[in-house]
């Protein structure tokens, strides 16, 4: 019996000729469905990254000392405080200072779709931090040298009020609900909840040493306050706005400076950076006991997440980049050079 060999066309290509190889399409490079906008006070730009390569894509050119810096609620453009006032560490003598270039004060607006800032509307005097109206139409800055919070006007690009909130005001938050805003004041050691409606500081609460920055869960019924020289956050109920409770974060306060906060979506994790502890402390919001704790880089102070709540991203001052961790096993997977003094985030999803 005799055997018979067929070749195919796909078996055969190299052996047989009218054969082709198929073409092979090159792999599609995936489409980052957010970006994480970094400022960097020291080379007064704004670093995007894109996640999908956790590299610096672009980086937009803004001003003078960019520190905070949020999104609008349909996030299509992104606010940026800058300030032309030098910069100064606690226990700096002012009177060796140079003189505040008062002109380059603003808050910076970028247009997402370009990265393009596009212009620089008032901010008060020295903004540092600010929040949005939950409609996107108002900003709420504090502006460190008046001990203030100016309410700024977007539209017409003015203040429309000032409020006295205690000296060195920081953190500003907007509650989940826009009704109330919150301000943190390092010198005072409290916090001014404002009452949007009636634009008046209607209670201050007593927190601590040295409060900087607010954080809501997502149905607003608790703040969170940290408390850098203390080495704790304050636990604080919304409805009866009262302290009830506080945090320990490590005996070291001299180490361990509670700084930047994010609660995860779901509510259910506090995120706390401690500055020079080089640490990022992952609280149950449920008991309000620490789950755990992991070295990040250099003084982490700007926080931020991942809109699926996977990753989370430091801002590294010193070090002059941004660490990546990835939430499933609480591990630094990638530090990312952005520009000089990284100091705030915003995770921006389209």
């Not at 894509?57 to 003078?64: L, P, S």
């Not at 393009?116 to 509307?121: A, D, E, L």
């Not at 706390?272 to 880089?297: L, W």
């Amino acid at each position: 019996m005799t055997r018979r060999i067929i070749f195919t066309c796909g078996i055969a290509v190299l052996l047989l000729s009218g054969c082709s190889k198929p073409e092979e399409k090159p792999a599609e490079k995936p489409v980052a469905t957010y970006h994480i906008y970094v400022t960097n006070e020291g080379s007064n730009d704004v670093s995007v990254i894109d996640p999908t390569t956790n590299e610096v894509a672009m980086t937009v050119v803004v001003g003078k000392r960019p520190r905070g810096i949020h999104a609008s609620p349909d996030s299509k453009t992104l606010y940026v405080a800058l300030s032309g006032s030098p910069n100064a560490g606690p226990g700096v003598d002012e009177k060796t200072l140079p003189p505040a270039d008062k002109a380059a004060d603003g808050i910076g607006v970028i247009d997402i779709a370009q990265n393009k800032m596009t212009k620089v509307i008032s901010g008060g005097s020295d903004p540092e931090e600010f929040s949005l109206s939950r409609d996107g139409t108002l900003i709420y800055v504090s502006n460190e040298d008046d001990a203030a919070a100016s309410i700024i006007d977007i539209a017409a690009s003015k203040s429309v009020a000032s409020l006295k909130t205690g000296k060195e005001p920081e953190g500003v938050a907007t509650s989940p609900d826009g009704k109330f805003v919150w301000v943190t004041s390092e010198d005072a050691g409290t916090v001014s909840i404002i009452d949007t409606a009636a634009r008046k500081v209607i209670k201050t609460i007593k927190i601590g040493s040295r409060p900087r920055k607010v954080a809501f869960l997502p149905d607003g019924s608790k703040a969170y306050v940290t408390r850098e020289n203390d080495g704790k956050f304050s636990i604080v109920d919304t409805a009866k706005l009262q302290v009830i409770g506080e945090v320990e974060l490590g005996k070291t306060a001299h180490m361990i400076k509670p700084m930047g906060m994010v609660v995860s979506p779901d509510g259910a994790k506090l995120y706390v950076s401690t500055g020079r502890g080089k640490k990022v402390f992952v609280v149950d919001t449920a008991t309000n006991k620490i789950d755990t704790s992991f070295e990040v880089g250099d003084r982490p102070w700007g926080i931020g997440l991942s809109p699926d709540g996977k990753f989370l991203y430091t801002a590294n001052g010193p070090s002059n980049d941004v660490s990546v961790v990835d939430l499933a096993t609480n591990t630094v997977i990638k530090k990312i050079k952005v520009g000089e003094r990284p100091w705030g985030i915003a995770v921006v999803a389209p």
